[in-house]
């Protein structure tokens, strides 16, 4: 505390309680919404053949046709997004999510010539800093799937309650 004022103290420690309590309150739902974002707009991109990266999803396409692959992925993003906007069967939204995470990665695998320079794997790509930026989203997805038994058990008490 040192030489500060005890009433301020205390101001600025229920300040602290009631932003960390804002926060625990409302950043898994704008986590939900922000990802949704994310996946609908870059989703939509590859649908309507407009996506920055629709050559690194192409080096993916092993056996179909690249103008079918990545509209075909993109789909597939908006349809996570519209799953996390809605919020509804959220395990199968995740499965989807984990799914098309995995898939991200594989890029390091199977293309390392893409997302690695001189196959150094310290230095990446565009390409390559495009993919690992995934992890944040991945943190993002393992908040939201821990908030399931949470939320399941809130409404199973409301349940029981009424």
């Known amino acids: 505390m040192g030489t500060m004022p005890r009433n301020l103290w205390a ?21 939900r919404v922000s990802l949704a974002l994310v996946f609908v707009w870059f989703g939509l991109l590859k649908v309507i053949g407009m996506s920055p990266v629709a050559r690194l ?5 092993y056996g179909i046709p690249p103008e079918t692959f990545v509209p075909l ?38 293309r390392p ?19 690992i930026k995934n992890l944040v989203l991945i943190s993002a ?4 799937g821990g908030q399931l038994r949470r939320k399941q058990r809130a409404e199973s008490s409301a349940v029981a309650v009424a």
């Open 73 to 110: 992925l993109g789909l597939w993003e908006v349809a996570i997004g519209v799953g996390l906007l809605v919020g509804r069967a959220m395990r199968a939204v995740l499965a989807l999510f984990w799914l098309q995470m995995a898939g991200t990665f594989l890029i390091l695998v199977l």
């Open 113 to 131: 010539d893409v997302a690695f320079q001189g196959s150094n794997p310290l230095l990446l790509t565009l390409e390559g800093e495009f993919v």
């Open 141 to 144: 997805g393992v908040v939201l």
């Open 11 to 31: 101001r600025l420690l229920r300040l602290d309680e009631s932003l960390t309590r804002l926060m625990r309150n409302y950043g898994p739902p704008l986590m």
């Open 57 to 61: 999803a192409e080096n993916l396409a």
